[in-house]
């Protein structure tokens, strides 16, 4: 005991440090950093993978061809040996009963959507999907 209280009261009495250590903070953060880094987002809208139209088929003989123009006009017409001139079309639900019609007349003719590259994506999808509704199975995009 005696050296215990000499020791308290003779040479320098030492101070507590009163810091934080940040190093292990560092180590988590640098850690969190790298996860997200390296884990892409789930969804990235810039990258998209588009097929490439280099060898497109050529469309059939007869066909039925809806064009979407690049101010959102709507045209359909019948191409082919009983070609018709193409009409244009008020809004998407005319140009549906046209080719529902056009359909029952020529139910072996597919549809060929040709869609400016300036017109809506959700157009063209929607023009596929009502056809397909419709019951015609053949459905294409039209390509140069």
Do not use: C, W
Request: positive net charge; without cysteine.
């Amino acid at each position: 005991m005696a050296s215990f209280s000499s020791s308290l009261r003779g040479g320098r009495a030492r101070k507590f440090k009163s810091e934080i250590n940040v190093v292990p903070y560092i180590d988590v953060m640098l850690v969190l950093l790298i996860i997200f880094m390296v884990v892409p987002p789930a969804n990235s809208p810039s990258v998209i993978n588009l097929p490439s139209a280099e060898k497109s088929a050529l469309p059939p003989d007869d066909y039925i061809q809806i064009v979407i123009k690049p101010n959102a006009g709507l045209s359909i017409g019948v191409n082919g040996k009983n070609a018709r001139t193409p009409q244009d079309m008020p809004n998407r639900g005319a140009l549906l009963r046209r080719l529902a019609s056009i359909h029952d007349e020529h139910p072996e003719y597919p549809v060929m959507i040709a869609g400016d590259k300036e017109s809506k994506y959700d157009e063209v999808i929607q023009l596929i999907s009502e056809a397909r509704k419709m019951g015609i199975n053949r459905v294409g995009l039209a390509t140069k």
